[in-house]
Protein backbone atom coordinates (compact mmCIF):
# COMPACT_ATOMS: atom_id res chain seq x y z
CA UNK A 1 0.00 0.00 0.00
CA UNK A 2 3.21 2.04 0.81
CA UNK A 3 4.64 1.54 -2.00
CA UNK A 4 1.76 2.32 -4.45
CA UNK A 5 1.61 5.52 -2.39
CA UNK A 6 5.40 6.53 -3.02
CA UNK A 7 4.95 5.56 -6.88
CA UNK A 8 2.19 7.96 -7.38
CA UNK A 9 4.11 10.97 -5.65
CA UNK A 10 7.19 10.14 -7.75
CA UNK A 11 5.43 9.61 -11.06
CA UNK A 12 3.60 12.93 -10.15
CA UNK A 13 6.77 14.89 -9.31
CA UNK A 14 8.73 13.41 -11.59
CA UNK A 15 5.92 14.91 -14.69
CA UNK A 16 5.89 18.27 -12.57
CA UNK A 17 9.17 18.42 -12.98
CA UNK A 18 8.78 18.07 -16.91
CA UNK A 19 6.86 21.44 -16.95
CA UNK A 20 9.36 23.22 -14.28
CA UNK A 21 12.18 22.02 -17.17
CA UNK A 22 10.39 23.57 -19.70
CA UNK A 23 8.56 26.82 -18.39
CA UNK A 24 12.97 27.34 -16.85
CA UNK A 25 14.23 26.72 -20.38
CA UNK A 26 11.63 29.53 -21.52
CA UNK A 27 12.46 31.66 -18.67
CA UNK A 28 16.25 31.46 -19.73
CA UNK A 29 15.94 31.91 -23.30
CA UNK A 30 13.57 35.15 -22.69
CA UNK A 31 16.40 36.20 -19.68
CA UNK A 32 19.22 35.49 -21.28
CA UNK A 33 18.19 37.27 -24.47
CA UNK A 34 17.41 40.84 -22.21
CA UNK A 35 20.91 40.65 -20.27
CA UNK A 36 22.36 40.53 -23.74
CA UNK A 37 20.49 42.60 -25.33
CA UNK A 38 19.35 45.20 -23.15
CA UNK A 39 23.09 47.30 -23.50
CA UNK A 40 22.44 47.48 -27.36
CA UNK A 41 19.02 48.95 -27.32
CA UNK A 42 19.04 52.80 -27.08
CA UNK A 43 16.44 55.60 -29.23
CA UNK A 44 19.75 55.69 -32.09
CA UNK A 45 19.19 51.53 -32.47
CA UNK A 46 15.84 51.66 -32.89
CA UNK A 47 15.28 54.48 -35.02
CA UNK A 48 18.68 54.73 -37.56
CA UNK A 49 19.56 53.36 -40.45
CA UNK A 50 22.60 50.91 -40.38
CA UNK A 51 26.20 52.68 -40.62
CA UNK A 52 29.61 51.21 -40.93
CA UNK A 53 29.12 47.58 -42.25
CA UNK A 54 26.46 47.45 -39.79
CA UNK A 55 28.83 47.56 -36.67
CA UNK A 56 26.78 50.59 -35.82
CA UNK A 57 23.65 52.60 -36.00
CA UNK A 58 20.11 51.13 -35.46
CA UNK A 59 17.56 48.45 -37.04
CA UNK A 60 14.68 50.84 -37.90
CA UNK A 61 14.55 49.32 -41.85
CA UNK A 62 14.62 45.70 -40.55
CA UNK A 63 11.91 46.73 -37.99
CA UNK A 64 9.69 49.05 -40.36
CA UNK A 65 10.01 45.84 -43.29
CA UNK A 66 9.04 43.42 -40.63
CA UNK A 67 5.99 45.54 -40.00
CA UNK A 68 5.14 45.79 -43.48
CA UNK A 69 5.74 42.31 -44.35
CA UNK A 70 3.59 40.76 -41.40
CA UNK A 71 1.01 43.08 -42.58
CA UNK A 72 0.95 42.22 -45.94
CA UNK A 73 0.44 39.04 -45.13
CA UNK A 74 -2.50 39.44 -42.78
CA UNK A 75 -4.09 41.91 -45.65
CA UNK A 76 -3.35 38.75 -48.31
CA UNK A 77 -4.38 36.46 -45.65
CA UNK A 78 -7.40 37.46 -43.21
CA UNK A 79 -10.50 38.29 -46.30
CA UNK A 80 -9.78 34.47 -47.66
CA UNK A 81 -9.31 32.96 -44.04
CA UNK A 82 -12.51 34.67 -43.02
CA UNK A 83 -14.53 33.26 -46.43
CA UNK A 84 -13.42 30.06 -45.98
CA UNK A 85 -14.08 30.08 -42.50
CA UNK A 86 -17.81 31.17 -42.82
CA UNK A 87 -18.29 28.61 -45.50
CA UNK A 88 -17.37 26.04 -43.29
CA UNK A 89 -19.40 26.43 -40.25
CA UNK A 90 -22.37 28.68 -41.53
CA UNK A 91 -22.96 26.68 -45.01
CA UNK A 92 -21.55 23.56 -46.05
CA UNK A 93 -22.88 20.45 -45.06
CA UNK A 94 -20.81 17.40 -43.98
CA UNK A 95 -19.48 16.03 -47.24
CA UNK A 96 -17.04 15.27 -49.57
CA UNK A 97 -16.32 19.37 -50.42
CA UNK A 98 -15.87 20.05 -46.63
CA UNK A 99 -13.43 17.05 -46.11
CA UNK A 100 -11.40 17.94 -49.00
CA UNK A 101 -11.07 21.23 -47.65
CA UNK A 102 -10.45 20.58 -44.66
CA UNK A 103 -7.37 18.10 -45.86
CA UNK A 104 -6.05 20.97 -47.48
CA UNK A 105 -6.41 23.32 -44.21
CA UNK A 106 -4.99 20.97 -42.43
CA UNK A 107 -2.07 19.71 -44.99
CA UNK A 108 -1.35 23.35 -45.57
CA UNK A 109 -0.71 24.34 -41.63
CA UNK A 110 2.22 21.02 -42.01
CA UNK A 111 4.16 22.41 -45.08
CA UNK A 112 7.77 23.25 -43.57
CA UNK A 113 8.15 27.09 -44.06
CA UNK A 114 11.11 26.92 -46.55
CA UNK A 115 9.26 24.88 -48.71
CA UNK A 116 6.88 28.12 -48.59
CA UNK A 117 9.74 30.04 -49.54
CA UNK A 118 11.05 28.21 -52.37
CA UNK A 119 7.10 28.37 -53.92
CA UNK A 120 7.36 32.32 -53.69
CA UNK A 121 10.73 32.46 -55.39
CA UNK A 122 9.21 29.80 -58.43
CA UNK A 123 6.04 31.68 -58.74
CA UNK A 124 5.49 35.38 -57.09
CA UNK A 125 9.89 36.27 -57.50
CA UNK A 126 10.52 34.09 -60.75
CA UNK A 127 7.00 33.54 -62.76
CA UNK A 128 5.40 36.12 -62.20
CA UNK A 129 8.15 38.63 -62.40
CA UNK A 130 7.75 40.65 -58.85
CA UNK A 131 11.61 39.94 -58.07
CA UNK A 132 11.83 39.67 -54.43
CA UNK A 133 10.20 42.58 -52.58
CA UNK A 134 7.44 43.00 -50.25
CA UNK A 135 4.59 41.99 -52.25
CA UNK A 136 6.31 38.50 -52.42
CA UNK A 137 7.43 38.04 -49.59
CA UNK A 138 3.95 39.08 -47.88
CA UNK A 139 2.29 37.25 -50.10
CA UNK A 140 4.12 34.20 -49.55
CA UNK A 141 3.74 34.46 -45.86
CA UNK A 142 0.16 35.18 -45.66
CA UNK A 143 -0.54 31.79 -47.64
CA UNK A 144 1.83 30.25 -44.66
CA UNK A 145 -0.37 31.63 -42.27
CA UNK A 146 -4.07 31.17 -44.13
CA UNK A 147 -4.30 27.58 -41.89
CA UNK A 148 -3.93 29.63 -38.54
CA UNK A 149 -6.44 32.36 -39.54
CA UNK A 150 -9.23 30.07 -41.06
CA UNK A 151 -8.75 27.20 -37.90
CA UNK A 152 -8.96 30.63 -35.39
CA UNK A 153 -12.15 31.90 -37.08
CA UNK A 154 -13.80 28.57 -37.40
CA UNK A 155 -13.25 28.12 -33.89
CA UNK A 156 -14.59 31.67 -32.72
CA UNK A 157 -17.83 31.34 -35.25
CA UNK A 158 -18.41 27.80 -33.80
CA UNK A 159 -18.84 28.81 -30.34
CA UNK A 160 -21.87 31.13 -31.17
CA UNK A 161 -24.82 29.36 -29.79
CA UNK A 162 -26.93 28.25 -32.13
CA UNK A 163 -30.20 29.84 -30.71
CA UNK A 164 -28.42 33.28 -31.81
CA UNK A 165 -28.46 31.83 -35.60
CA UNK A 166 -32.09 30.77 -35.30
CA UNK A 167 -33.67 33.62 -33.53
CA UNK A 168 -32.46 35.73 -36.68
CA UNK A 169 -33.38 32.92 -39.06
CA UNK A 170 -36.97 32.78 -37.78
CA UNK A 171 -36.87 36.60 -38.28
CA UNK A 172 -36.54 36.11 -41.95
CA UNK A 173 -32.74 37.39 -42.33
CA UNK A 174 -31.16 35.43 -44.62
CA UNK A 175 -28.34 33.12 -43.65
CA UNK A 176 -25.65 35.95 -44.69
CA UNK A 177 -27.61 38.89 -43.12
CA UNK A 178 -27.49 36.23 -40.10
CA UNK A 179 -23.78 35.37 -40.59
CA UNK A 180 -22.91 39.14 -41.27
CA UNK A 181 -25.03 40.66 -38.74
CA UNK A 182 -25.21 38.65 -35.75
CA UNK A 183 -22.73 35.74 -35.88
CA UNK A 184 -19.65 37.69 -36.96
CA UNK A 185 -20.34 40.59 -34.50
CA UNK A 186 -20.64 38.21 -31.64
CA UNK A 187 -17.29 36.35 -32.91
CA UNK A 188 -15.30 39.16 -33.45
CA UNK A 189 -12.97 39.59 -30.28
CA UNK A 190 -12.16 35.80 -30.92
CA UNK A 191 -11.41 36.14 -34.10
CA UNK A 192 -8.95 39.51 -33.44
CA UNK A 193 -7.10 36.55 -31.40
CA UNK A 194 -6.41 34.25 -34.13
CA UNK A 195 -5.42 37.57 -36.30
CA UNK A 196 -3.10 39.19 -33.28
CA UNK A 197 -1.34 35.05 -33.32
CA UNK A 198 -1.10 34.99 -36.75
CA UNK A 199 1.10 38.12 -36.87
CA UNK A 200 2.99 37.12 -34.36
CA UNK A 201 4.11 34.07 -36.50
CA UNK A 202 4.81 35.92 -39.60
CA UNK A 203 6.74 38.77 -37.92
CA UNK A 204 8.90 35.69 -36.96
CA UNK A 205 9.64 33.91 -39.48
CA UNK A 206 12.32 33.89 -41.49
CA UNK A 207 12.74 30.99 -44.56
CA UNK A 208 9.78 32.44 -46.55
CA UNK A 209 11.51 35.45 -47.09
CA UNK A 210 15.15 34.81 -47.06
CA UNK A 211 14.65 34.22 -51.17
CA UNK A 212 11.37 36.44 -51.65
CA UNK A 213 11.85 39.40 -50.11
CA UNK A 214 14.49 40.38 -47.33
CA UNK A 215 17.85 41.12 -47.39
CA UNK A 216 20.96 42.29 -45.30
CA UNK A 217 21.28 45.76 -46.38
CA UNK A 218 19.63 48.57 -48.15
CA UNK A 219 20.48 52.05 -48.70
CA UNK A 220 17.08 53.37 -48.08
CA UNK A 221 13.48 52.24 -46.59
CA UNK A 222 10.84 50.62 -48.74
CA UNK A 223 9.71 52.92 -51.08
CA UNK A 224 6.57 50.83 -52.69
CA UNK A 225 5.59 46.66 -52.75
CA UNK A 226 7.76 46.54 -55.50
CA UNK A 227 10.88 47.39 -52.75
CA UNK A 228 13.43 44.61 -51.01
CA UNK A 229 13.25 45.15 -47.19
CA UNK A 230 15.18 44.53 -44.33
CA UNK A 231 13.43 42.06 -41.64
CA UNK A 232 13.98 41.32 -38.02
CA UNK A 233 14.24 37.34 -38.51
CA UNK A 234 16.91 38.08 -41.21
CA UNK A 235 18.35 40.60 -39.70
CA UNK A 236 19.53 38.19 -37.11
CA UNK A 237 20.42 35.70 -39.31
CA UNK A 238 22.79 37.47 -41.26
CA UNK A 239 24.29 39.75 -38.63
CA UNK A 240 25.51 36.37 -37.59
CA UNK A 241 26.67 34.54 -40.59
CA UNK A 242 27.69 37.29 -43.30
CA UNK A 243 29.55 40.27 -43.33
CA UNK A 244 33.26 41.06 -41.57
CA UNK A 245 32.89 42.09 -38.23
CA UNK A 246 31.45 39.50 -36.22
CA UNK A 247 32.17 40.69 -33.02
CA UNK A 248 30.61 43.59 -33.29
CA UNK A 249 27.89 42.35 -35.44
CA UNK A 250 26.67 39.84 -32.63
CA UNK A 251 26.24 42.98 -30.27
CA UNK A 252 24.24 44.05 -32.61
CA UNK A 253 22.37 40.74 -33.20
CA UNK A 254 21.31 40.54 -29.41
CA UNK A 255 19.86 43.76 -29.77
CA UNK A 256 18.24 42.90 -32.63
CA UNK A 257 16.82 39.58 -31.43
CA UNK A 258 15.65 41.48 -28.38
CA UNK A 259 13.43 43.67 -30.21
CA UNK A 260 12.24 40.47 -32.31
CA UNK A 261 11.67 38.66 -29.34
CA UNK A 262 9.65 41.38 -27.79
CA UNK A 263 7.69 42.12 -30.53
CA UNK A 264 6.23 38.87 -30.80
CA UNK A 265 5.96 38.38 -27.31
CA UNK A 266 3.77 41.07 -27.20
CA UNK A 267 1.68 40.51 -29.74
CA UNK A 268 1.43 37.17 -28.57
CA UNK A 269 0.80 38.32 -24.75
CA UNK A 270 -2.11 40.50 -26.33
CA UNK A 271 -3.65 37.57 -27.82
CA UNK A 272 -3.83 35.19 -24.57
CA UNK A 273 -5.28 38.70 -22.94
CA UNK A 274 -8.04 39.81 -25.31
CA UNK A 275 -8.94 35.86 -24.85
CA UNK A 276 -9.01 35.74 -21.37
CA UNK A 277 -11.04 38.97 -21.26
CA UNK A 278 -13.46 37.89 -24.03
CA UNK A 279 -13.87 34.23 -22.04
CA UNK A 280 -14.79 36.32 -18.84
CA UNK A 281 -16.95 38.65 -20.64
CA UNK A 282 -19.11 36.18 -22.57
CA UNK A 283 -22.47 36.02 -21.61
CA UNK A 284 -23.74 32.95 -22.92
CA UNK B 1 -36.75 37.58 -54.50
CA UNK B 2 -33.77 39.58 -55.05
CA UNK B 3 -32.81 37.73 -51.33
CA UNK B 4 -33.30 34.64 -52.61
CA UNK B 5 -30.97 35.39 -55.83
CA UNK B 6 -28.23 36.75 -53.34
CA UNK B 7 -28.41 33.76 -51.28
CA UNK B 8 -27.93 31.63 -54.36
CA UNK B 9 -25.18 33.43 -55.45
CA UNK B 10 -23.25 33.37 -52.11
CA UNK B 11 -23.00 30.14 -51.40
CA UNK B 12 -20.81 28.53 -54.19
CA UNK B 13 -18.95 32.01 -54.19
CA UNK B 14 -18.07 31.13 -50.42
CA UNK B 15 -17.26 27.36 -51.38
CA UNK B 16 -14.83 29.01 -54.29
CA UNK B 17 -12.80 31.12 -51.86
CA UNK B 18 -13.09 28.20 -49.29
CA UNK B 19 -11.24 25.61 -51.85
CA UNK B 20 -8.87 28.15 -52.41
CA UNK B 21 -6.91 27.00 -49.70
CA UNK B 22 -6.98 23.08 -51.36
CA UNK B 23 -5.98 25.14 -54.46
CA UNK B 24 -3.29 26.45 -53.03
CA UNK B 25 -1.98 23.48 -52.05
CA UNK B 26 -2.04 21.95 -55.39
CA UNK B 27 0.27 24.81 -56.56
CA UNK B 28 3.16 24.47 -54.06
CA UNK B 29 2.78 20.85 -55.43
CA UNK B 30 2.61 21.53 -59.25
CA UNK B 31 5.48 24.31 -58.93
CA UNK B 32 7.52 21.73 -56.79
CA UNK B 33 6.97 19.02 -59.28
CA UNK B 34 7.74 21.44 -62.57
CA UNK B 35 10.73 22.92 -60.96
CA UNK B 36 12.29 20.06 -59.86
CA UNK B 37 11.70 17.96 -63.27
CA UNK B 38 14.37 19.52 -65.05
CA UNK B 39 16.52 18.21 -62.60
CA UNK B 40 15.04 14.62 -62.83
CA UNK B 41 15.50 14.56 -66.88
CA UNK B 42 19.42 15.32 -66.80
CA UNK B 43 20.37 13.71 -63.52
CA UNK B 44 19.33 10.17 -62.81
CA UNK B 45 17.12 9.73 -60.24
CA UNK B 46 18.39 5.81 -59.24
CA UNK B 47 21.73 8.42 -58.35
CA UNK B 48 19.79 11.45 -56.18
CA UNK B 49 18.08 8.56 -54.38
CA UNK B 50 20.97 6.09 -53.75
CA UNK B 51 23.70 8.44 -53.41
CA UNK B 52 25.91 9.43 -50.37
CA UNK B 53 27.70 12.21 -52.00
CA UNK B 54 26.10 15.76 -51.89
CA UNK B 55 28.71 17.51 -53.39
CA UNK B 56 26.64 20.52 -56.27
CA UNK B 57 30.08 22.26 -56.99
CA UNK B 58 32.38 19.46 -57.25
CA UNK B 59 35.11 19.55 -60.12
CA UNK B 60 36.89 16.72 -61.61
CA UNK B 61 39.37 16.15 -64.36
CA UNK B 62 38.29 13.81 -67.24
CA UNK B 63 40.96 11.94 -69.01
CA UNK B 64 42.45 14.72 -70.63
CA UNK B 65 42.91 16.56 -68.14
CA UNK B 66 40.39 19.26 -67.75
CA UNK B 67 38.35 20.05 -65.17
CA UNK B 68 34.92 19.91 -65.44
CA UNK B 69 32.04 20.54 -62.96
CA UNK B 70 30.87 16.82 -61.99
CA UNK B 71 27.96 17.62 -59.33
CA UNK B 72 26.60 14.75 -56.46
CA UNK B 73 23.41 15.61 -55.76
CA UNK B 74 22.82 11.86 -53.25
CA UNK B 75 19.60 12.71 -51.20
CA UNK B 76 21.28 9.91 -48.49
CA UNK B 77 23.26 12.31 -46.42
CA UNK B 78 21.18 15.14 -46.20
CA UNK B 79 17.90 12.60 -44.98
CA UNK B 80 19.80 10.80 -43.17
CA UNK B 81 20.76 13.89 -41.24
CA UNK B 82 16.86 15.39 -40.84
CA UNK B 83 16.16 11.69 -40.04
CA UNK B 84 19.01 11.64 -37.22
CA UNK B 85 17.99 14.93 -36.03
CA UNK B 86 14.30 14.82 -36.01
CA UNK B 87 13.94 11.33 -34.21
CA UNK B 88 16.78 12.67 -31.76
CA UNK B 89 14.42 15.72 -30.86
CA UNK B 90 11.97 13.84 -30.65
CA UNK B 91 13.29 11.29 -27.89
CA UNK B 92 14.37 14.36 -25.95
CA UNK B 93 10.45 15.59 -26.49
CA UNK B 94 8.14 12.79 -26.20
CA UNK B 95 8.85 12.40 -22.14
CA UNK B 96 8.82 16.08 -21.44
CA UNK B 97 5.71 16.46 -23.29
CA UNK B 98 3.95 13.40 -21.90
CA UNK B 99 4.96 14.64 -18.61
CA UNK B 100 3.81 18.21 -19.23
CA UNK B 101 0.83 16.67 -20.57
CA UNK B 102 -0.64 13.86 -17.90
CA UNK B 103 0.53 17.21 -15.26
CA UNK B 104 -1.85 19.68 -17.26
CA UNK B 105 -4.88 17.13 -17.76
CA UNK B 106 -4.93 15.21 -14.66
CA UNK B 107 -2.26 17.01 -11.58
CA UNK B 108 -2.51 20.69 -11.72
CA UNK B 109 -5.77 22.39 -10.34
CA UNK B 110 -7.45 24.85 -13.08
CA UNK B 111 -5.56 28.12 -11.85
CA UNK B 112 -2.47 26.42 -12.04
CA UNK B 113 -3.07 25.26 -15.36
CA UNK B 114 -4.29 28.95 -16.53
CA UNK B 115 -0.54 29.98 -16.38
CA UNK B 116 1.31 27.23 -17.79
CA UNK B 117 -0.86 27.22 -21.02
CA UNK B 118 -0.27 30.88 -21.48
CA UNK B 119 3.84 30.13 -20.52
CA UNK B 120 3.57 27.38 -23.45
CA UNK B 121 2.09 29.37 -26.17
CA UNK B 122 4.56 31.98 -25.40
CA UNK B 123 6.91 28.85 -26.06
CA UNK B 124 5.81 27.91 -29.43
CA UNK B 125 5.67 31.60 -30.55
CA UNK B 126 9.48 32.35 -29.77
CA UNK B 127 10.69 32.94 -33.53
CA UNK B 128 12.55 29.84 -34.75
CA UNK B 129 15.72 32.48 -35.83
CA UNK B 130 16.05 33.25 -31.69
CA UNK B 131 15.79 29.75 -30.98
CA UNK B 132 18.66 29.33 -33.51
CA UNK B 133 20.57 31.97 -31.79
CA UNK B 134 20.32 30.49 -28.33
CA UNK B 135 21.62 27.23 -29.89
CA UNK B 136 24.26 28.63 -31.14
CA UNK B 137 25.53 30.71 -28.34
CA UNK B 138 23.85 28.57 -25.38
CA UNK B 139 23.94 24.67 -26.55
CA UNK B 140 26.66 24.54 -28.58
CA UNK B 141 28.71 25.78 -26.22
CA UNK B 142 27.18 23.62 -23.72
CA UNK B 143 27.58 20.20 -25.92
CA UNK B 144 31.27 21.48 -26.44
CA UNK B 145 32.45 21.53 -23.45
CA UNK B 146 30.31 18.16 -22.57
CA UNK B 147 32.10 15.89 -24.61
CA UNK B 148 35.27 17.69 -25.20
CA UNK B 149 34.89 17.84 -28.86
CA UNK B 150 36.62 20.88 -31.20
CA UNK B 151 33.22 22.48 -32.63
CA UNK B 152 29.44 21.90 -30.37
CA UNK B 153 27.86 23.00 -33.36
CA UNK B 154 26.31 20.00 -34.52
CA UNK B 155 23.16 17.06 -34.50
CA UNK B 156 22.84 16.54 -31.18
CA UNK B 157 22.96 20.27 -29.83
CA UNK B 158 20.28 20.86 -32.83
CA UNK B 159 18.12 18.29 -31.82
CA UNK B 160 18.45 19.72 -28.08
CA UNK B 161 17.26 23.31 -29.21
CA UNK B 162 14.60 21.74 -31.53
CA UNK B 163 13.09 19.08 -28.52
CA UNK B 164 11.82 22.68 -27.11
CA UNK B 165 9.86 23.42 -30.31
CA UNK B 166 8.45 20.18 -30.66
CA UNK B 167 7.15 20.26 -26.77
CA UNK B 168 4.31 23.22 -27.55
CA UNK B 169 2.57 20.86 -30.32
CA UNK B 170 3.18 17.11 -28.97
CA UNK B 171 1.82 18.65 -25.28
CA UNK B 172 -1.34 20.46 -26.10
CA UNK B 173 -2.50 17.52 -28.89
CA UNK B 174 -1.47 14.94 -26.39
CA UNK B 175 -3.12 17.00 -23.24
CA UNK B 176 -6.19 16.97 -25.92
CA UNK B 177 -6.47 13.58 -26.02
CA UNK B 178 -6.32 12.67 -22.18
CA UNK B 179 -8.56 14.96 -21.23
CA UNK B 180 -11.11 13.67 -23.93
CA UNK B 181 -11.23 10.15 -22.03
CA UNK B 182 -14.53 9.79 -21.04
CA UNK B 183 -14.97 10.15 -17.66
CA UNK B 184 -16.87 6.97 -16.75
CA UNK B 185 -13.60 5.33 -17.62
CA UNK B 186 -11.61 7.59 -15.11
CA UNK B 187 -14.45 7.08 -12.13
CA UNK B 188 -14.40 3.42 -13.00
CA UNK B 189 -10.49 3.00 -12.21
CA UNK B 190 -10.80 4.80 -9.54
CA UNK B 191 -14.02 3.29 -7.74
CA UNK B 192 -11.80 0.13 -8.53
CA UNK B 193 -8.75 1.19 -6.10
CA UNK B 194 -6.86 2.46 -8.36
CA UNK B 195 -4.70 5.53 -7.00
CA UNK B 196 -4.66 8.45 -9.57
CA UNK B 197 -1.22 7.49 -10.48
CA UNK B 198 -2.71 4.20 -11.71
CA UNK B 199 -5.57 5.64 -12.85
CA UNK B 200 -3.32 7.36 -15.36
CA UNK B 201 -0.67 5.07 -16.66
CA UNK B 202 -3.03 1.70 -17.15
CA UNK B 203 -5.98 3.54 -17.99
CA UNK B 204 -6.19 7.43 -19.32
CA UNK B 205 -2.81 6.73 -21.25
CA UNK B 206 -3.95 4.13 -23.22
CA UNK B 207 -6.98 4.95 -23.97
CA UNK B 208 -5.91 7.71 -25.34
CA UNK B 209 -3.29 6.10 -27.07
CA UNK B 210 -4.12 6.80 -30.72
CA UNK B 211 -4.65 10.81 -30.15
CA UNK B 212 -0.92 10.44 -28.25
CA UNK B 213 0.60 8.94 -31.49
CA UNK B 214 -1.04 11.30 -33.95
CA UNK B 215 0.34 13.96 -31.34
CA UNK B 216 4.00 12.46 -31.61
CA UNK B 217 3.39 12.13 -35.85
CA UNK B 218 2.67 16.10 -36.47
CA UNK B 219 5.44 16.86 -33.85
CA UNK B 220 7.71 14.84 -36.46
CA UNK B 221 6.67 16.53 -39.39
CA UNK B 222 7.15 19.71 -37.69
CA UNK B 223 10.53 19.52 -36.37
CA UNK B 224 11.76 17.57 -39.76
CA UNK B 225 10.40 20.75 -41.53
CA UNK B 226 12.13 23.35 -39.53
CA UNK B 227 15.12 25.23 -41.07
CA UNK B 228 16.33 28.33 -39.17
CA UNK B 229 17.40 26.07 -35.66
CA UNK B 230 19.07 22.97 -38.01
CA UNK B 231 20.40 25.98 -40.33
CA UNK B 232 22.40 28.06 -37.53
CA UNK B 233 23.00 25.17 -34.93
CA UNK B 234 23.64 21.99 -36.87
CA UNK B 235 27.05 22.80 -38.53
CA UNK B 236 26.79 21.98 -42.07
CA UNK B 237 28.89 18.74 -42.65
CA UNK B 238 27.52 16.94 -45.76
CA UNK B 239 29.23 13.59 -45.06
CA UNK B 240 26.73 10.51 -44.94
CA UNK B 241 27.54 9.63 -40.96
CA UNK B 242 25.34 8.61 -38.15
CA UNK B 243 27.09 10.16 -35.38
CA UNK B 244 25.31 12.87 -34.14
CA UNK B 245 28.46 14.79 -32.60
CA UNK B 246 29.52 15.37 -36.40
CA UNK B 247 28.14 18.34 -38.08
CA UNK B 248 25.35 17.54 -40.04
CA UNK B 249 23.60 19.69 -42.81
CA UNK B 250 19.65 18.45 -42.88
CA UNK B 251 17.70 18.91 -46.24
CA UNK B 252 15.89 22.06 -44.90
CA UNK B 253 18.71 23.54 -44.09
CA UNK B 254 20.43 22.80 -47.16
CA UNK B 255 18.05 24.42 -49.29
CA UNK B 256 18.26 27.65 -47.02
CA UNK B 257 22.01 27.70 -47.37
CA UNK B 258 22.64 26.61 -50.91
CA UNK B 259 19.50 28.72 -52.96
CA UNK B 260 21.18 31.78 -52.35
CA UNK B 261 24.30 31.10 -54.45
CA UNK B 262 22.73 28.13 -56.66
CA UNK B 263 22.56 29.54 -60.53
CA UNK B 264 18.90 30.67 -61.22
CA UNK B 265 17.69 27.76 -63.64
CA UNK B 266 20.76 25.75 -63.25
CA UNK B 267 20.70 21.97 -62.15
CA UNK B 268 21.68 23.25 -58.44
CA UNK B 269 18.54 25.35 -58.15
CA UNK B 270 16.75 22.64 -59.72
CA UNK B 271 17.95 19.79 -57.33
CA UNK B 272 17.02 22.19 -54.33
CA UNK B 273 13.19 22.19 -55.76
CA UNK B 274 13.76 18.64 -55.95
CA UNK B 275 14.85 18.40 -51.54
CA UNK B 276 12.21 20.28 -51.55
CA UNK B 277 9.38 18.21 -53.05
CA UNK B 278 11.00 15.26 -51.02
CA UNK B 279 10.78 17.40 -47.93
CA UNK B 280 7.15 18.65 -48.59
CA UNK B 281 5.76 15.15 -49.37
CA UNK B 282 7.28 13.42 -46.46
CA UNK B 283 5.56 16.14 -44.28
CA UNK B 284 2.24 15.35 -45.91
CA UNK B 285 2.48 12.40 -45.64
CA UNK B 286 2.92 12.37 -42.04
CA UNK B 287 0.17 14.32 -41.76
CA UNK B 288 -2.31 12.50 -42.91
CA UNK B 289 -0.82 9.58 -41.50
CA UNK B 290 -1.50 11.50 -37.93
CA UNK B 291 -5.08 12.43 -39.16
CA UNK B 292 -5.80 9.11 -39.76
CA UNK B 293 -4.68 7.90 -36.37
CA UNK B 294 -6.42 10.50 -34.95
CA UNK B 295 -9.84 9.35 -35.94
CA UNK B 296 -9.54 6.22 -34.09
CA UNK B 297 -9.97 7.89 -30.73
CA UNK B 298 -13.10 8.69 -28.90
CA UNK B 299 -15.78 11.45 -30.15
Known amino acids: ?284 | MARFTSETVVKPLLGFFALLSLVFLAGILVTLLTESGPFFGEYDPLEFFTGTQWYPTLQTQNAAGEWASDPRFGLLPLLAASLQVTVLALVFAIPLSLGAAVFMAEIAPPALREIIKPLIELLAGIPSVVFGFIGMVLVAPFIKELFDIPIGLNGLSASIVLAFMAFPTITSLAEDAISAVPRDLREASLAMGANRWETVSRVLVPSARSGIYSAVILGFGRVIGETMTVLMVAGGGAALTLDPLSPLRPMTATIALEMGEAVQGGPHYHALFALALMLLLITLGFNLLAERIKKRDFK
Open chain 1, 1 to 284: MKARGLREIFWFSLSGLCVVIVVGMLGLVIGFIIAKGAGAINWEFLSEMPRNAMTEGGIWPAILGTLLLSLGAIAFALPLGLVAAIYLVEYSRDGKLRRWIRIGVNSLSGVPSVVFGLFGLALFVNFLGFGACILAGSLTLGLMVLPTIIRATEEALKSIPMSFREASLALGATRWHTTVRVVLPAAVSQILTGVILAVGRAAGETAPIMFTAAVFFTKRLPSGLFSKVMALPYHIYALLTEGTHPAEQTAMAYGTALVLLMLVLLVNGAAIFFRIRARKRKKW
